[in-house]
Structure formats: structure tokens, C-alpha cells
């Protein structure tokens, strides 16, 4: 079993950066693309970046050029750099692992104030 623990969320203004971080249990983060989702009130969860097990990544038009997805093999971690917030950034983030089937972590709220 794949367990997903995010922290790094909070609250922040207009133009500040946070950092998520996800860490999995188990022995499949090696294998697996890791992802940042977000869902933001009454709208659908949608992704924000993507990370192959390569390193290959891929992001939403919404935040290239401000946020960066990277991961820790050794720590079976990945993270979300996200400078330059927006008002419309504010959702909650849902980390994500794809392995045969997608696993979710229990997400962690953002909220940024303009």
C-alpha cells in the first residue's frame, strides 16, 4: 500500500513563493511519474506538473515559468517550487503518484492573497 504525505501549504500574498513536498512509502516512488494536481472550490482537479521517473517534466500553461517540479529518488520525495503566486493560484494541491493504478495524497490548502 502507497501511502502519499504532502506538506508545505499555506498562506501567502501576491508574488510570494512555498515549496510542497510529497513524500511515499513503499518501493514504487523509483518506478513511478509523480504529479501536482490542484482543485480549487467548485472546479475539477486538474494537473499542474508532471515528473517521470527520467525527470522529464511537463506543467500546465497556467504556471510554466513559475513553478518547478523535482524529485529525490534517495528520499522518495517530489516537490513543488512555486514562486510568483497568483490570487488564482489558491486550490488545494493533491499529490499524486501513477503506478498501475493513481494514488493520492490528502492535499494541503494554498491560499494566496493579492
Known amino acids: 500500500q502507497v501511502q502519499l504525505v504532502e506538506s508545505g501549504g499555506g498562506s501567502v500574498q501576491a508574488g510570494g513563493s512555498l515549496r510542497l513536498s510529497c513524500t511515499a512509502s513503499g518501493s514504487i516512488f523509483s518506478s513511478a511519474t509523480m504529479g501536482w494536481y490542484r482543485q480549487a472550490p467548485g472546479k475539477e482537479r486538474d494537473v499542474v506538473a508532471l515528473?517521470?521517473?527520467?525527470?522529464?517534466?511537463s506543467y500546465a500553461d497556467s504556471v510554466k515559468g513559475r513553478f518547478t517540479i523535482s524529485r529525490d529518488q534517495a528520499k522518495r520525495t517530489v516537490f513543488l517550487q512555486m514562486n510568483s503566486l497568483k490570487s488564482e493560484d489558491t486550490a488545494v494541491y493533491y499529490c499524486?503518484?501513477?503506478?498501475?493504478?493513481?494514488?493520492w495524497g490528502q492535499g494541503t490548502q494554498v491560499t494566496v492573497s493579492s
Open positions: 499524486n503518484l501513477k503506478w498501475v493504478r493513481n494514488y
Open positions: 515528473i517521470t521517473t527520467a525527470g522529464s517534466t
